[in-house]
């Protein structure tokens, strides 16, 4: 007899089982019909639980790369490595970048520029047109089931919800305890509204408080950013293409926990509630850097883009993480040595500035820059250039990363290193896939001359 034969029997029986056709011929059809009895023989989850203290199933060890990584508090004084200095003030989405651009806060070319910006290259286009449904509400909201479903305790609940995150494609995946200050106070329902209407008509506040945060994260990918001079035609495919997989990685677990009976909202980069930044410091995924409100992790630098789930499903959350950037950036500088619109502070240390301590960065600057780029699409030139972003997957990069991230004389050995081989700075034409049309990159005189032209709003 064939194993196919012998396996034919079990199924049948299992079929049989399933479709209660084994409970009728005991008599129990009855009862299983009764709502309540039904709900009680369903009320078990199926799941083989992971040793405790392990990361996930999948991943029973976190990967942080090679960095020497330490978990730290999250309390009033602390978020991190982040020193909190007085009151974090809940800040409106419509005074972040893109809103004070639609706004036509950043001048006319900067407006000009942001209302092209995925027009002028059609990879951005292609992307932008695909990102779109990700935003809508058919996926963003959604009422919990009435029933909640049996789940395992949080810890197990929380390696769950990783494996799923990385079944779902994500580079990484950490869960927080939600920083209140992080929420937006007020939400744009259509953030292109900005440029027609007074804010007060565009804008809602933002109610929601909830306890967790899944913290999400994509690579921008390693090749195309050696292959690209950081400023290029691809600069804004590459950073549109991660918020995109991050947004649908984020929709997806949301939807998945309302299923389970618990509130859940994704926020990502196209229909958002919240700064993402903090949230990612919270859940361990990294630490603030010199380049103001963005985060770098051990492993992958920031060359990331992420999106985040708020829930109060019940889960176990993970601490923040200290591997020595702070005391890196410090030294380092090569951000703002080699930032094109010189948007970064060359300071020794954090400043204060909303309540906490960051690196003294003039967004605007950046902002303008990246909108109003014709040498290509946006800007990452941070983001390439910075020695946390794994350059290769070699002893000799991951020695050097632990050895950075021990104190102030491994953050120079490693910034010296990093020169010596032109890690960051160079542009490597092997990897250059992407097509380029150097003319679409410019900024279309024609769509209008002003703002209040286009908008009628002045
Ligand atoms: S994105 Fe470009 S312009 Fe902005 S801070 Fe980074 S390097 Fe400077
Ligand atoms: S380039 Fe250097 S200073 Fe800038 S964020 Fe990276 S480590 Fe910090």
Not at 397 to 422: C, E, P, R, V
Request: hydrophobic letters at 35%; glycine letters at 8%.
């Amino acid at each position: 007899m064939s194993s196919e034969q012998k396996k034919q029997p079990q199924i049948n029986r299992r079929n049989f089982l399933k479709a209660g056709a084994a409970a009728t011929f005991l008599g129990v059809a009855g009862v299983l019909k009764t709502p309540g009895k039904f709900a009680s023989a369903a009320s078990s989850v199926q799941y083989a639980a992971a040793p405790k203290g392990q990361w996930s199933k999948i991943h029973p060890v976190h990967d942080m790369g090679s960095a020497a990584v330490r978990y730290v508090e999250h309390n009033d004084q602390w978020l991190g490595t982040t020193k909190i200095v007085g009151k974090i003030k809940n800040i409106s989405e419509a005074d972040g970048g893109g809103g004070l651009l639609l706004r036509g806060k950043l001048g006319d070319k900067a407006f000009r520029g942001f209302m092209t910006q995925t027009l002028r290259s059609p990879i951005n286009t292609a992307i932008a047109q695909a990102a779109g449904p990700i935003a809508s509400p058919a996926v963003m909201e959604g009422k919990p089931a009435p029933q909640k479903m049996p789940i395992p305790d949080p810890e197990q609940m929380s390696m769950h919800i990783k494996d799923l995150a990385y079944f779902l494609r994500a580079d990484d995946v950490a869960i927080g305890k939600m920083p209140e200050y992080a929420y937006f106070s007020y939400h744009t329902l259509n953030a292109f509204d900005l440029a027609k209407k007074p804010v007060e008509e565009c804008v809602v506040p933002v109610t929601e408080r909830m306890p967790y945060v899944i913290t999400v994260l994509r690579d921008q990918h390693l090749e195309t950013m050696l292959g690209s001079t950081g400023y290029d035609g691809i600069s804004d495919a590459q950073s549109f293409n991660a918020y995109h997989l991050t947004a649908n990685i984020s929709v997806i677990i949301a939807n998945y926990i309302r299923k389970l009976g618990y509130n859940a909202r994704a926020s990502h980069a196209f229909n958002n509630i919240l700064a993402v930044t903090p949230c990612l410091i919270a859940a361990g995924l990294g630490e603030l850097s010199r380049t103001g409100n963005t985060s770098a992790h051990p492993r992958l630098g920031f060359r990331t883009k992420a999106a985040v789930v708020t829930t109060d499903l019940p889960l176990a959350p993970d601490k923040p993480i200290d591997f020595g950037l702070q005391d890196f950036c410090r030294v380092c500088k090569k951000c703002a040595t080699e930032c094109p619109a010189q948007a970064i502070s060359y300071d020794a240390d954090p400043v204060e500035y909303n309540g906490y301590l960051r690196w003294n960065v003039n967004s605007n600057t950046c902002q303008i820059f990246r909108v109003t780029n014709e040498e290509g699409i946006s800007c990452g030139r941070c983001m390439k250039v910075c020695p946390w972003n794994s350059k290769e997957d070699s002893w000799f990069h991951q020695a050097g990363t632990w050895i950075g991230s021990q104190n102030s004389a491994g953050a120079s050995l490693l910034k010296s290193i990093d020169d010596m081989f032109g890690y960051g700075t160079e542009q490597i034409l092997d990897y250059k896939w992407w097509l380029e049309w150097p003319e679409n990159h410019k900024i279309p005189e024609t769509l209008t001359t002003t703002r209040t032209s286009l908008t009628g709003v002045k």
